[in-house]
């Protein structure tokens, strides 16, 4: 009887092949999103920093068109969507330039803001629920398959009658693949979901912070030029308002 590993898998029972199949599907897609998400959270952090420097050095007009080449940022994506929003706004109450905008109108804004900014944060923590499920439940699902292979291999023995470690072991050792084959899994999946989370954490409070910042500075504007009474510049067409 063989004692490698791909030899103990092979010859493990059917019900320890299914717990290592699974198994082996968990570990596969923690790594398509171990994979994914760097790569996504690293692009997220690259662009948000580089968005940041052109919105508090830039006027509006050109923080939206440095936003369209910064899509990877979840702050850009908010930025442009709420630019977008009070356009609307404006075109659909028929007024000739974002200045214009009512308390009512802003209020709207102000909502929009919010659900952009829920919604963002939410793709950004899309797959690490299955990171967290793996993680937690892996090395369980291993365990099973491990009891399962250690009650065979007693049925063995008792079969045959002969309880010497060399009729024992092989069964044992194909038991003990599962939990190894869930360790594997658990283990990645454990270690990359506290690093995005953490990640995640800190995009999503920097993200809260611009949305603070955003109302701010469109009040500001707003209030401003309505203050002023002056003759609010023209809204360019499919971009922000520019910042006064």
């Not at 793709?123 to 699902?141: K, N, P, Q």
């Not at 008792?158 to 939990?179: K, Q």
């Amino acid at each position: 009887m063989s004692f490698d590993v791909f030899g103990l898998m092979l010859q493990a029972s059917l019900i320890v092949k299914l717990v290592l199949l699974i198994l082996f599907i968990f570990s596969l897609v923690s790594w398509a999103i171990i994979v994914t998400k760097w790569r996504e959270l690293r692009g997220a952090s690259e662009d948000s920093e580089a968005f940041l420097e052109v919105y508090h050095e830039e006027p509006f007009n050109s923080a939206y068109d440095a936003a369209k080449d910064l899509d990877r940022s979840p702050l850009a994506l908010v930025f442009l969507a709420t630019c977008d929003e009070m356009a609307r706004l404006v075109k659909q109450a028929n007024r000739s330039s974002v200045h214009e905008l009512d308390a009512a109108g802003m209020r709207l804004v102000g909502k929009y803001l919010t659900w952009v900014s829920g919604r963002e944060a939410q793709d950004l923590e899309r797959g690490l629920s299955f990171l967290a499920t793996t993680g937690s439940s892996a090395v369980y699902i291993g365990l099973f398959g491990t009891v399962i292979g250690i009650i065979q291999a007693f049925q063995g023995i008792a079969r045959s009658g002969n309880a010497s470690l060399a009729v024992v072991a092989p069964g044992i050792a194909e038991a003990l693949i599962a939990t190894a084959v869930g360790l594997v899994a658990a283990i990645p999946a454990t270690i990359f979901y506290n690093h995005y989370s953490a990640k995640v954490d800190a995009i999503v409070a920097s993200m809260r912070r611009f949305d603070a910042q955003l109302r701010d500075d469109l009040d500001h504007l707003v209030q401003t030029q309505q203050t002023q009474q002056t003759p609010p510049p023209q809204a360019p067409q499919g971009s922000g308002p520019a910042r006064g």
